[in-house]
C-alpha cells in the first residue's frame, strides 16, 4: 500500500512542484547562463558531455545553476548517482556511500558520483570521512556550496577538486528565463515587466520564477494580466546576498575599503548600505573607516582620522538605526578627500629596519637626562629647539641608521613635500 501512495505521490509531484522545480534544465542545451564555464569546447563541458566528470566544487550565489549543473551530470552519467544535503547528512552516511560504492565497483564496474549539497556545512570530521573515497577515485565527488571553498573546505579535499566559481545571471540570461516562466504559466508579459523582474531578482534565476509564478497567480485571482503592481507585491524584500558571518563579508568589506580608497563616494555608500542592510556590525565597518583614515589619507588631510573617529563614537553612543547617517557622512569625507599612505609606507619602512637590525639604541643625547641616566653620561649634548633652531635640523636616528628615510610626503593635501621639507 505505501509502494501505492509513493507512486501517485511521484505522479503528481510535477504538478504541484513550484514554477522554478518544472522548468529545471534536464540538458546543457537547456543550461542558461555560465559561458565561462560551460562555453563549447570549455573543459567542464566536455567533461560533462563525455562522462569523465572529475571531483567537483561548484561555487556561486543562491539561484546560479549549481545544483541544477548536478543534476545534468546525473541524467548524463553512466555511473551511479548519489545524492546527500550536508545540512543533514553524518558521517555514517558517508561511509555507507564509501561502502555502497565500493560494492558497485567491485560486482559491475560502475562508477559512483555523489553530489554534496552544500559542502560547506560539513565540519572538519565530515570531511575527512570523504577524503579516502575521492583520494582513490572510489567516489567522484561534486560539491555545491555558497561559500568560498578556500575558506570552508579542507586544503586537502580542495586539492583533489576542481573548484569552477558560477557567477550571479546577467539581466539579459535572466530574461530568458523569465520568458519561458511565462510560457509555462500561459501569461503575457510586456517587457517593460520582463526587465522589471531581472531587476528584482538580483541574479537568481529561482528567485525570478518564483516571483513570476507568485505575481501570475494574484493576477489570476483578480482577473486581470500581470502588472507591475503585481511584480511589487511579490517580490517585497529583493534578494540581498549577504551573509555578515560568510564570503560576502570579506567581499563587501574589500569593496567598500577600495572605493573609498579609489574616492568613490558612490560606490563607497552603496557597499555601506548593502553591509548595513545584512546586519552587519557597525562598529566592525567604523573601524575599518579609522584605519583606512591613517592608513590611505593621513596628513594629506589630517581631519580625516577625526571624522573616522567621530563617526566611531557615534556608533556606540548614538547607535543604529541613526548612526548610519554618521557612517555616511564619514565614507563619503574619506572617499574624497586627498589620499597618501606615506604614514603606512613610513611605518613598515621602519619596521622592517627593526626586524633586520634590532632595535638601535638611541643617540645619548637622546636618552633619560634624569639624574640617574646624567651618571652615565646620557642627555649630554642635547639641543632643546625651542632655545636653538639647530635643533630642528639634528638627526634624532640611532647613529648606524643615520640618513635614512622613512617618511616621504605624497604631495597630494596639506602633504605637500614642500611644506615638510621646510
Not at 534544465?25 to 555560465?34: D, T
Not at 563579508?249 to 579609489?262: E, L, N, P, Q, V
Not at 589630517?302 to 573616522?308: F, I, N, S, T
Request: net charge negative; no cysteine; proline share 4%.
Amino acid at each position: 500500500m505505501g509502494d501505492l501512495f509513493s507512486d501517485a505521490a511521484d505522479a503528481r509531484a510535477s504538478e504541484v512542484a513550484p514554477l522554478a522545480q518544472r522548468l529545471r534544465p534536464a540538458s546543457l542545451g537547456e543550461f542558461v547562463g555560465q559561458q565561462h564555464v560551460l562555453g563549447e569546447g570549455s573543459a567542464l563541458r566536455r567533461a560533462i558531455e563525455e562522462d569523465r566528470v572529475h571531483s567537483s566544487i561548484l561555487y556561486g550565489p543562491p539561484g546560479s545553476g549549481k545544483t541544477t549543473l548536478a543534476r545534468i551530470v546525473a541524467a548524463s552519467t553512466g555511473a551511479a548517482f548519489e545524492e546527500l544535503s550536508a545540512v543533514s547528512a553524518t558521517v555514517k552516511d558517508v561511509r555507507e556511500v564509501r561502502a555502497r560504492a565500493r560494492e558497485r565497483l567491485g560486482t559491475t564496474g560502475r562508477r559512483t558520483i555523489l553530489f554534496l549539497d552544500e559542502i560547506h556545512r560539513f565540519n572538519k570530521a565530515q570531511q575527512d570521512a570523504l577524503l579516502p573515497g575521492v583520494e582513490s577515485g572510489l567516489v567522484t565527488l561534486i560539491g555545491a556550496t555558497t561559500e568560498n571553498p578556500y575558506y570552508e573546505v579542507n586544503s586537502a579535499l580542495i586539492s583533489r577538486t576542481q573548484v569552477y566559481e558560477l557567477e550571479p545571471l546577467a539581466e539579459e540570461e535572466l530574461a530568458e528565463i523569465v520568458r519561458r516562466g511565462a510560457a509555462e504559466l500561459d501569461v503575457e508579459l510586456e517587457d517593460e515587466l520582463v526587465a522589471l523582474l531581472t531587476r528584482r531578482a538580483g541574479g537568481d534565476a529561482r528567485t525570478a520564477l518564483n516571483v513570476l509564478e507568485l505575481a501570475a497567480a494574484t493576477a489570476k485571482a483578480e482577473g486581470s494580466s500581470v502588472t507591475e503592481a503585481h511584480v511589487e507585491d511579490a517580490a517585497r524584500k529583493p534578494p540581498l546576498v549577504y551573509d555578515k558571518a560568510g564570503d560576502a563579508h570579506y567581499d563587501f568589506t574589500s569593496a567598500f575599503i577600495k572605493s573609498m580608497r579609489g574616492g568613490d563616494a558612490d560606490a563607497a555608500v552603496y557597499y555601506l548600505a548593502a553591509m548595513l542592510e545584512g546586519g552587519e556590525d557597525a562598529r566592525f565597518i567604523a573601524r575599518r573607516m579609522v584605519v583606512l583614515a591613517s592608513e590611505d589619507i593621513g596628513n594629506a588631510d589630517p581631519r580625516a582620522l577625526l571624522v573616522a573617529v567621530a563617526a566611531a563614537q557615534a556608533v556606540e553612543h548614538v547607535g543604529l538605526p541613526e548612526a548610519r547617517l554618521n557612517l555616511a557622512q564619514a565614507a563619503i569625507y574619506l572617499a574624497r578627500a586627498p589620499k597618501s599612505n606615506a604614514s603606512y609606507l613610513a611605518l613598515n619602512r621602519a619596521t622592517a629596519d627593526v626586524r633586520e637590525r634590532g632595535a638601535a639604541r638611541p643617540p645619548k643625547a637622546l636618552r633619560d637626562g634624569s639624574w640617574y641616566g646624567r651618571r652615565l653620561g646620557h642627555g649630554e649634548g642635547y639641543v632643546y629647539p625651542h632655545d636653538d633652531p639647530q635643533g630642528f635640523e639634528t638627526s634624532y636616528l640611532p647613529e648606524e641608521l643615520e640618513g635614512r628615510r622613512y617618511y616621504e610626503p605624497s604631495g597630494n593635501g596639506e602633504e605637500s613635500a614642500e611644506e615638510n621639507a621646510s
